[in-house]
């Protein structure tokens, strides 16, 4: 593998970024400007997903009832939560939030997998952990700690998951395709009996809606993380994973910018203590842990 990444690859990886960042606060539109349910937004999504990738469903994976599951943790059930979440908390403290997902992963990799952690990535542990309680704690105009809790859930259950994405027999993208799947199944019966109103928000803005899908399920989904899983064939994760702590800051800036987030002292803080703490994290080696799910938990 090439010791140094080439422009092409940096390309990518901004590409990647901006795609990350704008889904948060796309997904903010969506359950709140246009007012979709949000296990109804996550069905929509896992459709435009299923469409793209269904030719990969011809192969039956090993242990198929392991992949569903994991990959519905990592796909509908944390961007579910998050979705919620997205009713009343920012797009700029959610993307805070979601750096819990390293520290987290970790944690559980230590408890279910033995993983063993020095005093160097123990420090950015508590620095992450530390910076995203003061963001989620911090009074907000623009951000409900309720909101920011369902948002941390959901960072809580894909950390879980992803822990475990080692041990299945199966790609990257044909593991979005199969959640899809699970998530299809899970999120549709349940939208069904918990939420109202699904058909009547298409029919009020369907340009709209369709364009936060398609962004969601196929600019991202599909074409963000196939690119992100595709360098990682050909270079060193080390190279490859610092770079995604790019996301929070492009998350905070298309926040302000698009959505009119309020940017106090206390996210900022918060926000940075937990990026040096991720940083730390990331560039330290590890044994079981699958390095493209840390910073980026769920598919």
């Known amino acids: 593998m090439p010791k140094n990444l080439p422009l092409s690859a940096l390309g990518i ?6 795609a990350w960042a704008m889904n948060v606060v796309v997904s903010k539109i969506a359950v709140s400007t246009l007012g979709l349910p949000p296990l109804f937004y996550t069905v929509l999504r896992s459709v435009m997903v299923l469409v793209v990738l269904f030719p990969l469903l011809r192969t039956i994976p090993a242990r198929l009832p392991m992949v569903l599951l994991i990959g519905f943790a990592i796909t509908g ?6 979705f919620v979440g997205l009713q009343t908390a920012s797009p ?16 559980f990799a230590i408890i279910f997998l033995g993983e063993e952690v020095r005093w160097r990535r123990g420090i950015g542990m508590a620095l992450a952990l530390g910076g995203v309680g003061l963001a989620i704690g911090a009074p907000s105009g623009s951000s409900d700690p309720v909101g920011l809790g369902f948002a941390f859930v959901g ?3 894909g950390a879980f998951a992803s822990v475990f994405v080692k ?5 990257a993208v044909a593991l979005q395709a199969w959640a899809a799947v699970a998530s299809l199944a899970v999120m549709l019966p349940a939208s069904l009996a918990l939420e109202t109103g699904q058909i009547a928000a298409v029919e009020a803005a369907p340009l709209a809606v369709a364009g936060c899908v398609v962004f969601a399920g196929l600019v991202v ?6 690119a992100y899983f595709r360098l990682f064939q050909m270079h060193d994760a080390n190279l490859i994973v610092p770079l995604t702590l790019l996301t929070p800051l492009l998350t905070i800036a298309f926040g302000t910018w698009l959505t009119g987030d309020e940017i106090g002292w206390p996210l900022i803080v918060g926000g940075g203590l937990a990026i040096i703490g991720v940083a730390i994290i990331v560039i330290r080696p590890s044994r079981n842990i699958f390095k493209p799910l840390l910073v980026r938990p769920r598919l």
């Open 13 to 18: 990886m901004l590409f990647c970024n901006v």
């Open 77 to 82: 059930g944390s961007f579910g939560m998050q």
């Open 92 to 107: 700029s403290a959610v993307g805070i939030v979601n750096l819990a997902g390293a520290p987290l992963t970790v944690l």
């Open 155 to 157: 960072v809580l259950v």
């Open 167 to 171: 041990r299945l027999e199966i790609g």
């Open 221 to 226: 989904s599909v074409g963000a993380h196939s």
